[in-house]
C-alpha cells in the first residue's frame, strides 16, 4: 500500500473512540520494527519524523525512500502515514518536498497572528497535494530535539481560529510534556480538553508526550475526542534498556556477536513490545 495522509485513518478513529500511534522513528530497525508490528496486529500507523531524526538519517529524501521500499518489500498492506513531527515552516516544505504524506507545522512559538499565517499558507498547499496538516496551539512541555517547552495549556478560543483555517489535525497542549514526566506532575487537564472539544467540534486532536501517561487517563483522553497519541521516549528507553541488558550479559561478546544484525535485535524486539502495548491501549488492533 502506498503511503497516505493521516486524515482519513484519524476521521474513522475519532468516529469509533480510539487513537492511532504516532511511533517516531530514528533509523531503519525503528521503521521495520514499527512497520512489522502494525502488519502483525492488522493496525493503521503514522511513523513520526523529528527535524532532528531526519537530519541524522541524512535527509527527508532518504526517510521517504526507506519507508516508501519496506512498505513494498515488507508487503506492508495497513494503512501508514509518514509524518513530519513539530516540523519548522522551512521543514514543512523540505518533507512536502521530499514525499511525506503527513506534516505537523509546529507555529505554537509563533505570535498567534503569524501562526494563523503560516498555517493558512500550508493549509493551501498540504490540500492541493493531498497531505494532511497538523496544528500546533500552546507549546508542549519537555524537551523535543533541544527545544524546551513550558507544559502549557492551550486556550480554546486560539484552538478554534487555527481549527478554522481548515487543518485536518490539532496538537493542543493540556498539561502534556515530552519526555519522562515528573513526579510531581499534576495529570492531564481533561476541563481544558473539553473545552477545546467544544470549540474545535470534530476536528481530530492530538495528545503529545504519550510516554508514561497512566492508562485511564489515556482512555478518557481518547473519549474526549483525541485519536492520535504520539509516542517516542518510551521507544527509545525500551531500545536502550535492552541493548544495554544484551551487551552487560556479554551476549555480543559470544559466537557472532559482533554482527549488528545481532547487537540491535534486543531494541528492535522491545521496540515491537512497546508498540504493541500502545496499540492495545489506544484501541487501534484490527482496525486497519
Ligand atoms: P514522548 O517522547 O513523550 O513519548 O512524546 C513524543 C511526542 O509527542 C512527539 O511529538
Request: glycine share 12%; aromatic share 6%; net charge negative.
Amino acid at each position: 500500500m502506498a503511503l497516505v495522509s493521516a486524515k482519513q485513518m484519524l476521521e474513522k478513529a475519532r468516529d469509533g473512540k480510539y487513537a492511532v500511534g504516532q511511533f517516531n522513528i530514528n533509523n531503519l530497525e525503528w521503521t521495520k520494527s514499527i512497520l512489522q508490528t502494525a502488519q502483525e496486529l492488522n493496525s493503521p500507523v503514522i511513523l513520526g519524523v523529528s527535524e532532528g531524526a531526519g537530519k541524522y538519517m541524512t535527509g527527508f529524501k532518504t526517510v521517504t525512500a526507506m519507508v516508501k521500499a519496506m512498505i513494498e518489500e515488507m508487503n506492508i498492506t495497513v494503512p501508514v502515514a509518514l509524518h513530519l513531527d513539530h516540523g519548522s515552516y522551512e521543514g514543512c516544505y523540505k518533507c512536502i518536498e521530499a514525499g511525506f504524506s503527513s506534516i505537523m507545522f509546529d507555529g505554537s512559538h509563533f505570535p498567534i497572528d503569524e501562526n494563523i499565517a503560516k498555517t493558512k499558507e500550508l493549509v493551501k498547499v498540504c490540500a492541493e497535494k493531498g497531505l494532511s496538516l497538523e496544528a500546533e496551539v500552546g507549546s508542549i512541555g519537555g524537551e523535543e530535539d533541544g527545544v524546551i517547552g513550558q507544559g502549557e495549556c492551550a486556550d480554546p478560543d486560539e484552538c478554534k481560529k487555527i481549527a478554522d483555517l481548515g487543518v485536518d489535525i490539532l496538537a493542543a497542549g493540556i498539561g502534556n510534556i515530552h519526555g519522562k514526566y515528573p513526579a510531581n506532575w499534576t495529570g492531564l487537564r481533561f476541563d481544558v480538553l473539553e473545552a477545546i472539544k467544544k470549540k474545535t467540534g470534530d476536528m481530530p486532536l492530538v495528545l503529545h508526550g504519550g510516554t508514561g501517561i497512566p492508562t485511564d487517563m489515556i482512555k478518557k483522553a481518547i473519549s474526549l475526542g483525541v485519536a492520535k497519541i504520539n509516542v517516542n521516549t518510551e521507544c527509545q528507553l525500551a531500545f536502550q534498556e535492552a541493548t544495554r541488558k544484551y551487551i552487560q550479559e556479554g551476549k555480543d561478546l559470544v559466537g557472532k556477536g559482533f554482527d549488528p544484525r545481532k547487537l540491535l535485535a534486543p531494541g528492535a524486539q522491545a521496540i515491537k513490545d512497546t508498540v504493541k502495548e500502545k496499540m492495545e491501549i489506544f484501541g487501534s488492533i484490527s482496525k486497519a
